[in-house]
Every structure is written in structure tokens, then in C-alpha cells.
């Protein structure tokens, strides 16, 4: 009888587990994507309900300022997939639209946010992306931290890497401060950038000098993130006052005198770099001209340089005075990027005369593509191995 009993109890627990692990992981195993060795990838999505299943991605050929999409099959069983030709070896983000309604991959917990969408990444490896993955090599500490800006009357947060062997050593490291663009915030470089996995990668190979990386929120008006200050979880949006009329641009010295009362740095002209993409190049491109004794080492990566009639403040003005000012004084890098068919490229182009007007000396950098992301990686990889030498 007992053993009738534990015999009962047995296949009740086994029952009860089965059923758990179900509940947990969802049903039936579905692998999405799947990344093949020739590089192609198959998306997966059981919805068998559904009429129309759409998959759009990154590498798609854009509609306007979004990517294009792609119709999925279904199967008897009514699941939805679809098969890309070869992709570039790049960190890529896609998602789904079902029935018309836009959703992120159930089958892949991999998500990032840019402004206020979130959706799916991958990793395609043997190439450039070899330096986005988390490699067998030393580690950089990535650290988030608070700072009083009386200029602004905030505390506010940055995000800071620092190299391996950082906490152990005594030694002093050279700084970037590296800005990011309109409706991102100071999490933008470290999820979609990468940047703590190229900076491990490129000085474990010896390409690229120890250095601490402080990534500000270019938003003046923010404390921090959205979902990370005191206003709780808001909306994400990119319609921020305080957003390139100066304020950022006066209030930089802060994150300076931070950084360089708190971390182990060159605080020398010579140890500091400032670059950003989009807005954060025009934050670089004012800020290094404004304080023209401060940074040795300048990057703009698809800067947003355009005519603003409401641009009246103060410390737009003089433009051209100010960048003479910067030439007599001197820097070791100036460094430009930007795709050909970006939708800057025009400014860019007159901002490069302009800088060849004052006999600004400079590394120009043209790639394919236009406002993204896949750009904005690639240019930090080729920017950082050329600071601090």
C-alpha cells in the first residue's frame, strides 16, 4: 500500500514539474533566430491564429526613416518563418508585425531600447561584430554614478567604463567622454554602442591605449534615463526642452570636475578626447570649441552640424573666431565620419570648407549607409585606437 502511495505521490510531482516547466518556458522549444554558419538567419513565430506576419529589420532597404519589411510564411502547424540571405557581421535589431500590430521575437529575451521603442538584437559574428561580443579576455568595470551639476541645479547621471586592472592599479588613464544622440540618454553607448565590449576587445589586442570612458546625458533638462530618476517610469521622448540651445555645452565642466576629482585620470589636455554621434558630435564640436584648451582629441560621428535660426544663444555665436582659436591652440586628432547617404552628409561637407577655410587639419571618414547605429560602432572602433599615442 505505501508503495502504491509514494508510487501515486510520484507521478503526481513528475505531473506537477512537467506542467511548471511548460508554464515557465512556454510549450514547445522554438529557436529564433538561428543564426546559420553562412550567415543567414531564420526568424521563428508560432501564431497560428494570425493572418499576416511581417518581419522587419535593420539590414532592410529603408521606407523613409524606417526599415523595410519582409512577409513570413506559415506552415500547417501554423508557424511563421522567414529566411534572410547572408547578413554583415553586425549587431542587428528587428521585431514583428502581426496583423499589423508591431511586437518584439517571444523566442528571443534580448531586447534594447532606442528612445521609446524596444526590440530585438542579435550578434552575426566573423567580422567587425567580433569586437561587440563579450570575448575570453580582461574585463572593464562598467559603473553608473551620480553627480551634482550646480550649473543646472540637478544631480544627474553618468555612466562610466573603466579598463581592466583599473581597481588594482594606481596608475593615472586618459579620458573619452563620449556623447550620444537626440533621444538618447547616457545607457544609449553602453547597449546599443557597445562600447564596454570594443574597449575590452581593442586593448586586449593592444590596439587601443587603457582608457575610462564617461558617458553624460546630453539631455539638460534630465536628471538620468528615463526610468532612472526621480519621475519614475516616463514615457521616453525625444521633445525635451533644454535640448542644444547651450545649456549641456555650459554645464560640461561638472562632468569634468567630477570625473577628475573622483577617478585616477590625466587631468591634462593631453588625456582627454570628447566625441558624439548626431547630437552628441554637435555637443563634441561646441564644447571642444568653446573650451579650446581642454581636449587634445576630437570626434564627430554624423554630426548633426545645421542651420538653426533659433540657435541664439550665446555660445553659438563667433563660431569661426572660436574654431581659429582652437587651430592656433592646437589638437592631435580632429576626426569626422558620416555615411554617404546620411541625411547630414550635406552639413557635414560644408563644415569640413569651412574647417579647411581655417586650416583645421583632420581625418575624414566616409562609409556606406546613412543615420545608424552599424556607423556609429564601426567609427568608435577606428576612433579609439588612435587616442592617446
Not at 496583423?99 to 521609446?116: E, F, K, W
Not at 538620468?224 to 535640448?243: I, R, V, Y
Not at 587639419?361 to 547605429?373: A, F, L, T
Request: hydrophobic share 40%; net charge positive.
Amino acid at each position: 500500500m505505501k508503495k502504491k502511495i509514494r508510487f501515486a505521490l510520484l507521478l503526481l510531482l513528475t505531473g506537477f514539474s512537467a506542467m511548471s516547466q511548460q508554464a515557465l518556458w512556454g510549450g514547445a522549444e522554438i529557436t529564433s533566430p538561428e543564426i546559420r554558419d553562412d550567415h543567414s538567419v531564420v526568424f521563428r513565430l508560432m501564431a497560428p491564429n494570425a493572418k499576416e506576419v511581417k518581419l522587419t529589420g535593420d539590414w532592410m532597404p529603408s521606407q523613409g526613416w524606417v526599415p523595410g519589411t519582409e512577409n513570413m510564411t506559415k506552415d500547417e502547424k501554423g508557424m511563421w518563418s522567414f529566411t534572410t540571405a547572408p547578413l554583415s557581421s553586425d549587431l542587428h535589431s528587428y521585431s514583428f508585425q502581426v496583423d499589423g500590430l508591431r511586437c518584439t521575437d517571444p523566442n528571443n529575451v534580448y531586447l534594447i531600447r532606442d528612445v521609446a521603442t524596444v526590440f530585438n538584437v542579435f550578434i552575426v559574428g566573423g567580422g567587425n561584430a567580433d569586437l561587440y561580443l563579450i570575448n575570453k579576455v580582461p574585463h572593464g568595470t562598467v559603473a553608473r554614478r551620480w553627480y551634482d551639476s550646480p550649473t543646472l541645479g540637478l544631480t544627474r547621471r553618468i555612466t562610466v567604463y573603466t579598463p581592466p586592472g583599473y581597481e588594482s592599479s594606481k596608475e593615472k588613464y586618459p579620458v573619452l567622454y563620449l556623447l550620444h544622440g537626440m533621444g538618447g540618454d547616457e545607457e544609449a553607448w553602453i547597449a546599443l554602442g557597445r562600447t564596454s565590449q570594443i574597449l575590452d576587445n581593442l586593448i586586449a589586442k593592444g590596439k587601443a591605449q587603457p582608457m575610462i570612458v564617461v558617458m553624460s546625458n546630453g539631455n539638460a533638462a534630465q536628471e538620468a534615463a528615463p526610468g532612472e530618476s526621480s519621475l519614475g517610469f516616463l514615457k521616453p521622448t525625444m521633445q525635451l526642452p533644454k535640448t542644444m540651445d547651450g545649456s549641456f555645452e555650459k554645464s560640461f565642466p561638472d562632468i569634468i570636475r567630477f570625473v577628475e576629482g573622483n577617478y585616477r585620470v590625466k587631468a591634462e589636455k593631453s588625456g582627454r578626447a570628447i566625441a558624439g554621434l548626431s547630437m552628441g558630435g554637435f555637443h563634441s564640436l561646441h564644447i571642444s570649441r568653446i573650451y579650446p584648451n581642454t581636449f587634445d582629441y576630437v570626434g564627430l560621428f554624423s554630426a548633426a552640424i545645421l542651420p538653426n535660426e533659433k540657435d541664439t544663444a550665446r555660445i553659438y555665436k563667433n563660431i569661426d573666431q572660436t574654431l581659429a582659436a582652437q587651430v592656433k591652440n592646437g589638437v592631435k586628432l580632429y576626426w569626422i565620419g558620416i555615411g554617404k547617404t546620411d541625411f547630414l552628409y550635406k552639413y557635414n561637407q560644408e563644415y569640413r570648407d569651412r574647417l579647411d577655410k581655417l586650416g583645421m587639419k583632420y581625418i575624414y571618414r566616409e562609409s556606406e549607409g546613412g543615420h545608424i547605429w552599424s556607423n556609429w560602432r564601426t567609427y568608435l572602433s577606428e576612433f579609439a585606437p588612435l587616442l592617446f599615442k
